[in-house]
Structure formats: structure tokens, C-alpha cells
């Protein structure tokens, strides 16, 4: 029994051992149960804050974007306010230099019209003169034709009585002839007769003369007949003469007689030619005078128009010259309030000029940065590559490794390994991101790009991306202040959109001691035709401008932000 007895109490023991650690385990693992309920309620607590931190931080973030967003809306308000009033003086300037210009033009015309009218008017009256007197001269000739026909009337009992006179002069001239002529044939065909029977009879005679002669004496005999025959042919030739002047007589006289019955025709004519004409000339006479009543009668009529609208035309001028003098005044007030409007709009423009020439002489400094960091960039970069290049031909040379390609460290058209190319390589876009990209990777031959396109887009110039680094657009003469131009603005360039961030600077890298960021984007839609594009409210003391330097609260441009900045969204630009 003391054995079970001993072996009961060391039963006991273990059990209240288990009991114990049992309960030592409950009480831990109610202790870890709180501890993670705890670490639970402090997890959701810490989660719960940092998401009202979250929302806190989203919505002054969303607020800051608002305030931005307003901000370059009010800017570009108030640059298109300004290009809008410029452009309306500007329009209602030439609506007063085109009303002017009308006016004038009302005036030369209305002169001109009335100048017109006094030459038609004068020139008709000078055509109905010219006719008037063309008529009185047609009348002159028709009473000239009147008096020679009174005339010829008066002459025509003559002129009958000498052709009565001539008539019978021919007809008793004609009987004379026809007399001469039948007395001229009468003896002329009795001597034919009589010298035909006298030849006939000395023929005969001769015959028997010459019979009985040549019987006798026959040697004489042909000597006197040729003789005989001589005479005989004399005597037929002046016989044959005569009869033909006798022919001859005759013709002419039955000329004389044909040439005055033709007379006697043509004169019979113009008898009957010239009673017409006067029948004609009489009716003619009749219809040229009332053709004058009536013409005088146009002519007054005419004349009292004239006068008529002559007086018009002056009643008409003078109301316009009245109408005009009036709208001169109205157009000299108008004008005066324009010129007072002008001088208003040119004092904001002045004003908007002298602010903008800080943001000029700001990015000019920038870009001369630039470049002096693209000079130094290069030169580093040309050692370091000859000096790469000179360790592997010494490492080749002692065997190490091979031989490296030749490469040139001059601007050589004909190398095709020159260290050149590889600085030509740093100006090209390829490795650029499009969606976003930080301007702190760009290279500085791209941000110098970048700060003459925004440069390019401030001054309204027409841009070209290709052109050669380190130029500035229309420098002037000091290379400090472009000369602006007029050229219109190329859509799809970088505009200057100012980024609130505190007192850290710009996340871009150019000097700012205001506190804002110049945040480049492309612009994907043309801004207002009538408002130019906004430009950044850049305070005068952002640029130095006894050394020419950045301020030394700003990082230099291209320069990677801290940590703590990183922080933050950097800002991009789109590349469209």
C-alpha cells in the first residue's frame, strides 16, 4: 500500500504539471490571440489612415491639378482677351479707313455723276445745236432750190418759147435740107446723065474719028487717042470727086438733123424732169417745215427738262453732302474712341511685352546652358573614347586581347567608325519612349531641341525639329532678345504649361525660384485662331543677369532628381 500510495501522489503531480502547463498555454495563446486582435485593430487603424491619407493626398492633388488648370485657362483668357480686342481695333480701325475710303468714294462719285450728267446734258444740247443748225442749213438749200425753181418758173415761158422757136428753126432747116438734098441729087443725076451721054456721044465720035484716022494716018492716030484718054480719065476723076463731096453733104446734114431731134428729145425731157421736181421739191418744202415746228417744240420741251433735272441733280447733291458731312462727324467721333481704346490696348500690350521679354532672356540663358553642357558633354566623351580606344590597343598589343576596329576621333566624311557619329546619334528621338517619357533621360542635345522648340512656339515662329543643335531662332545681333516675327503659329509644338512644386523647384530642371515647373507637352489640338499660345508668368528675378547663371536654388536642367523628389509624379511631355 505505501508502494500504490507513493505511486498516487507522483500521479497527482503530473497531472497538476499538465494541468498547469496546459492553463500556461491557454493563458499564452490568449495572450497572442490579443496581441494579433490588437496588431489587427492597429493594422486596420494604420490602413484606415494611410487611405484617408491617400484620399487627402488625391484630392489636394486633383485641387492642385483645378488650380493649374485655372490658372492656365485664366492666362490664356486673358492673352485671347488681348488678341481679341487688338484684333477687333484692328478690324474696326479698318472698318473707319474703309468708311473713309467709302466716303471719298460717295464723293468722287457723286462729283463724277454730276460731271456725267452736265457732259450728257451738255452734249445732247449740243447734238440738238449741231442738228438745229443742220436743219436751218437744209432749209437755207431748200429755200435756195425754191428760188431757183421761182426762178425757172419765171425763165420757163422763155425757155418754152426759144424751144418753140428752135423747133421750127429745125423743122424749116429740115425742109431746106431735104430740099438741098433732092435738088443736090436732081443735078447731080441730070450731069451724070449729061456726062454720060457726052462721054457716050465723044466715045462714038472718037471711035469714028479714030476709025477714019487710023485709016489715014495711023501713026498719029495712037498719040492722040492716048491724049484723048488722059482727058477723058481727068475729067471722070473730077466728076467722081464731086459726086463724093456732094455724098458727103448729104451725111452731114442727115447728122445735123438726127443730132437736133435728139435735142429736140432732151429738151422735151427735161421739161417733163424738171415740172416733177418741182411738184417734188413743193411737197418736200411742205414736210421740212412742219418737221421745224416740230423740232422747236422738242427743242423747248427738251430745254425745260433739262433745266428740270438740273436743278434736281443740285437739290440731290447738296442732300448728299449733307448726309456726308454728317456721317464724317460720326466717323470722326468713332474715331477719336478707337484712337482712346487703341492707346489703352497698346498700353497692355506693352505690358504683356516687358513680361514676356523675362521668359525670353530666361530661356535664352537656358539654352546657352545647354549648349555649354552639350560642349563639355562631348569633350568628355571624345577623352574617354580615345582613351578606351588607346587601353585596348595597348591590351592587344601586350597580347591580352585582339586588336579593337579603327576609329577616328575627327569629323571625317569617309570613316565609318568615327566617335562623331556616335555624338550625331545623341541628337536622334529613336530611343524614346512616346507614351512618357522624363526629360531628365533625355540627352542634352534633346533638351536642347526641346528649349528651342518652346523657344520657336513663344515667338510664333515656323518650326523645323531637324535643324542643327546649338542655333537659336531668330537670335538678334547680341544673342540675348529674338527678334519676333509675325509668321502664324505651327500647331502640334511644345506650350509652356506651369507645374505648382513648392519650394523644391522644377522637376524639368530649369531655374525657378518662384516655385513653378516649366512642363513641356505637345498640344494636340490648335489652341484659339484668335488668341496667340500662353505664356509662363516667369518673374524678373529668375535669371541673373549680372553672371549670366542659373540661381543656386535651381538644378541644372537635365539634372536627375533626389529620392525624395522622385517622390512625386515627374512631369512628361507627349510626344503626340
Not at 266 to 271: A, D, G, P, R, W
Amino acid at each position: 500500500r505505501p508502494s500504490s500510495g507513493r505511486h498516487g501522489r507522483s500521479g497527482d503531480g503530473s497531472q497538476g504539471r499538465k494541468k498547469s502547463l496546459r492553463l500556461a498555454k491557454e493563458s499564452e495563446m490568449e495572450r497572442a490571440k490579443a496581441n494579433a486582435s490588437l496588431w489587427e485593430t492597429r493594422l486596420e487603424v494604420t490602413e484606415l489612415s494611410r487611405m484617408e491619407y491617400r484620399d487627402a493626398s488625391r484630392r489636394l492633388a486633383r485641387e492642385n491639378e483645378e488650380l493649374k488648370r485655372q490658372q492656365y485657362k485664366t492666362e490664356k483668357d486673358t492673352v485671347s482677351v488681348l488678341s481679341y480686342l487688338k484684333k477687333q481695333d484692328s478690324e474696326k480701325g479698318d472698318l473707319i479707313e474703309k468708311l473713309k475710303q467709302q466716303l471719298v468714294d460717295a464723293k468722287k462719285q457723286a462729283q463724277e455723276e454730276n460731271e456725267k450728267l452736265e457732259e450728257s446734258y451738255s452734249r445732247q444740247l449740243n447734238e440738238l445745236t449741231d442738228k438745229f443748225h443742220q436743219k436751218a442749213k437744209e432749209i437755207g438749200l431748200i429755200q435756195l432750190e425754191l428760188k431757183t425753181i421761182k426762178d425757172f418758173r419765171k425763165k420757163k415761158l422763155q425757155v418754152e418759147r426759144e424751144l418753140e422757136e428752135l423747133k421750127e428753126n429745125m423743122k424749116t432747116t429740115k425742109k431746106k435740107h431735104q430740099e438741098t438734098v433732092r435738088r443736090l441729087e436732081g443735078k447731080f443725076s441730070e450731069e451724070k446723065q449729061r456726062l454720060e451721054k457726052e462721054a457716050e456721044k465723044k466715045i462714038v465720035m472718037l471711035a469714028e474719028r479714030a476709025h477714019q484716022e487710023a485709016v489715014l494716018q495711023l501713026d498719029t492716030t495712037g498719040r492722040s487717042v492716048f491724049k484723048e484718054n488722059v482727058r477723058l480719065q481727068k475729067a471722070l476723076k473730077y466728076h467722081i470727086k464731086e459726086a463724093q463731096e456732094l455724098q458727103k453733104n448729104s451725111k452731114k446734114l442727115e447728122e445735123n438733123h438726127a443730132s437736133l431731134l435728139q435735142l429736140k428729145e432732151t429738151n422735151e425731157l427735161l421739161v417733163q424732169e424738171k415740172v416733177l421736181q418741182v411738184s417734188q421739191q413743193k411737197s418736200q418744202i411742205r414736210t421740212l417745215q412742219r418737221k421745224v415746228a416740230s423740232l422747236e417744240t422738242a427743242l423747248g420741251h427738251v430745254t425745260r427738262e433739262f433745266e428740270t433735272e438740273i436743278h434736281d441733280a443740285r437739290q440731290e447733291a447738296r442732300r448728299r453732302n449733307r448726309e456726308g458731312r454728317v456721317e464724317i462727324d460720326k466717323l470722326q467721333y468713332l474715331l477719336e474712341v478707337k484712337d482712346r481704346e487703341m492707346e489703352r490696348v497698346k498700353r497692355l500690350a506693352r505690358n504683356v511685352l516687358d513680361q514676356r521679354s523675362d521668359v525670353e532672356t530666361f530661356f535664352l540663358e537656358a539654352l546657352q546652358q545647354v549648349r555649354r553642357e552639350i560642349q563639355s558633354s562631348r569633350k568628355n566623351y571624345r577623352q574617354a573614347a580615345r582613351a578606351a580606344f588607346q587601353r585596348k590597343m595597348r591590351e592587344a598589343h601586350a597580347g591580352k586581347t585582339e586588336y579593337p576596329q579603327i576609329r577616328t576621333f575627327d569629323d571625317r566624311e569617309d570613316s565609318t567608325n568615327s566617335v562623331h557619329r556616335d555624338l550625331t546619334e545623341a541628337e536622334r528621338w529613336t530611343n524614346v519612349n512616346t507614351e512618357k517619357v522624363d526629360i531628365g533621360d533625355l540627352t542634352w542635345e534633346q533638351k536642347e531641341k526641346v528649349l528651342r522648340l518652346l523657344f520657336a512656339k513663344m515667338n510664333c515662329l515656323p518650326l523645323s525639329t531637324s535643324s542643327a543643335p546649338g542655333a537659336v531662332p531668330n537670335a538678334g545681333a547680341d544673342g540675348r532678345r529674338p527678334v519676333r516675327t509675325r509668321s502664324p503659329p505651327t500647331w502640334g509644338l511644345p506650350v509652356l504649361i506651369p507645374v505648382a512644386r513648392g519650394d523644391r523647384g522644377p522637376e524639368t530642371g530649369i531655374a525657378s525660384p518662384s516655385g513653378q515647373a516649366v512642363e513641356p507637352h505637345l498640344n494636340p489640338r490648335p489652341p484659339d485662331p484668335r488668341a496667340p499660345a500662353p505664356w509662363p508668368r516667369c518673374s524678373s528675378p529668375s535669371v541673373s543677369a549680372d553672371d549670366g547663371h542659373v540661381p543656386r536654388n535651381s538644378r541644372a536642367l537635365g539634372e536627375r532628381p533626389s529620392s525624395k523628389e522622385k517622390q512625386e509624379p515627374e512631369p512628361f511631355f507627349s510626344l503626340g
